[in-house]
């Protein structure tokens, strides 16, 4: 079993961002932003356009420095450790960066081997064939897969390299109902794992569905964070709504 | 980790046709280069020797004379070229390679080519050299920045960062690369001089390791001065983190500048 499959530490955080705040010259793009994501969690960001959701992705990712506060993924400072921090991380955006000119194997191989990974011809189509790539499409060129696929090959990398950690920003956008029931599933597998998953997303539904938490952005800040004991009892779409409205952004 | 950037890096080198195209093309210049110059030398070489010949005995045959008039009389003198000439053959074209001697008389030597030329052919023939200072430095450029152009474009740079790599060791996998792509130009090159320097005696062995030395210094230098780009991109999705390479690239334009402004000085007050 690979090694996201443990369960252990599952209540201790593996994303930690306290009071973390980012400015674009006059502009707050986030403000004290205080969040966790523990091992087997996934914590779903909502809020409109410009709310401050990838950018705080992007600080987790190390790609922006925060102005203030401090994150941490497992444990290493994403500014003081930054390579170690995203040696624990992987990351799927709205659409998955891969070399179109190699096949899915060869990209899984390569984005494995840099991260310190060498794995065997057996256990890289194994890895492939769990997040159900088709058999047909693993040594095909990415230049040729749908975005479904190139998004089950960014899962294969994340599981390839142990991430401890995915960083989702839009991964369901675009994509047809029953690639994004695929996607979903294979996040929650990978949650039931160990992975702890932050996810940027405008999909209230698959936000509703798979996640344990789901925190409301509005001009940078977090206005609404909902548990895992309420997220299915409360009206998602009417809660966010009234977020947006109170914040006069909608 | 090395040893796989390189195998992607050729991996995509081969299925990149127009890369591969274009190596092969620089590659057969290369060639026709080679042995273009080669002839070009056997044919001067020839002919020096046939002139050297009759101009020893234009001296032995001028009848008797004293030494003095002997030194008014003049001799004229042929430039000696080394095999490596057929590789690099350096100023020869334009200083000239024969000098007339005679007393009291301090001639300049004549029979530069570039005197018989059109200005285009100034510009450089096909040699080894001509490829390699002129051409060479293109592919550098054009490999160099699409290594990294493609990976910003296609948004991969930000994977490479993910895998927990820091940027000098990313710098360094894409150096190495492009270093590997930069040395298939010099492999007709150091085939040839590896068939001189076992089958001609005269060829100096210490000046054709110092000349192969040069060139690999000279494509360093263009590696290193198309890389140096890398801190723009890289100082974009990695902030902050790549101030030596900054130093690296200031210190290249630094010399840029000085030699830039020496040479346009120079040339100033010439006119």
């Known amino acids: ?250 | 980790m090395l040893m796989a950037s390189f195998q992607k890096e050729w991996l995509l080198f081969r299925r990149d046709g127009r890369l591969v195209w274009l190596l092969l093309t620089l590659f057969t210049m290369m060639l026709l280069g080679i042995a273009s110059s080669s002839y070009q030398y056997q044919q001067a070489q020839l002919l020096k020797t046939q002139t050297q010949v009759a101009e020893r005995d234009r001296w032995l045959n001028q009848g008797e004379k004293n030494p003095h008039s002997a030194a008014h009389y003049g001799v004229y003198l042929f430039k000696p070229e080394t095999p490596l000439a057929v590789i690099d053959p350096g100023a020869s074209g334009y200083l000239g390679d024969v000098l007339f001697l005679e007393a009291h008389k301090r001639n300049t030597p004549v029979f530069a080519n570039s005197q018989d030329s059109i200005e285009l052919q100034r510009l450089g023939t096909l040699n080894p050299a001509a490829i390699l200072q002129l051409l060479l430095p293109l592919f550098v450029i054009l490999c160099g920045f699409g290594f990294f152009a493609a990976e910003r474009e296609q948004g991969t740079l930000r994977m490479l960062l993910l895998s927990g790599k820091t940027p000098r060791q990313l710098f360094l996998q894409k150096a190495a690369a492009l270093l590997s792509f930069s040395l298939l130009f010099l492999l007709p090159v150091t085939a040839y001089c590896g068939l001189m320097l076992f089958t001609n005696g005269d060829l100096d062995s210490y000046r054709l390791i110092g000349m192969g030395l040069l060139y690999f210094g000279y494509v360093i230098f263009w590696i290193l001065l198309t890389l140096s780009w890398l801190r723009y991109f890289l100082d974009i999705a990695h902030p902050g983190s790549f101030h030596g390479y900054q130093n690296s690239a200031a210190i290249l334009d630094g010399a840029a500048h000085f030699l830039g402004r020496h040479l346009i000085d120079n040339s100033q007050a010439g006119n």
């Open chain 1, 1 to 250: 079993m690979n090694s996201l499959g443990t369960m252990k530490n599952l209540d201790r955080p593996v994303i930690s961002v306290t009071r973390v705040s980012k400015r674009f010259g006059a502009v707050t793009a986030v403000d004290q932003i205080d969040l966790t994501v523990n091992a087997g969690e996934i914590h779903a960001l909502l809020g409109p356009n410009g709310a401050g959701k990838s950018t705080t992705l992007n600080c987790v990712l190390g790609f922006l420095h925060p102005d203030a506060g401090r994150i941490e993924v497992a444990g290493f400072d994403t500014v003081t450790h930054k390579p170690d921090a995203r040696a624990q991380l992987a990351y799927i955006p709205e659409q998955v960066a891969l070399y179109p000119q190699l096949t899915g194997y060869e990209n899984l191989d390569y984005l494995s081997r840099l991260a310190g990974h060498v794995r065997s011809a057996g256990e890289l189509t194994g890895i492939l064939e769990r997040v159900q790539l088709q058999p047909g499409a693993i040594h095909r060129r990415v230049n040729t897969y749908s975005k479904g696929m190139r998004q089950k090959v960014g899962i294969a990398v994340a599981l390839a390299k142990n991430a401890k950690a995915l960083i989702l920003d839009e991964p369901t956008s675009g994509l047809d109902p029953s690639a994004s029931y695929e996607f979903s599933q294979l996040i929650k597998e990978l949650a039931a794992q160990g992975s702890a998953i932050l996810m940027a997303t405008h999909d209230l539904f698959r936000a509703q569905e798979d996640a344990h938490r789901i925190s409301i952005y509005n001009s940078g800040k977090i206005v609404r964070s909902i548990g895992s004991e309420l997220i299915n009892e409360i009206d998602l779409e009417q809660t966010y709504l009234q977020q947006c409205r109170e914040a006069e952004v909608c």
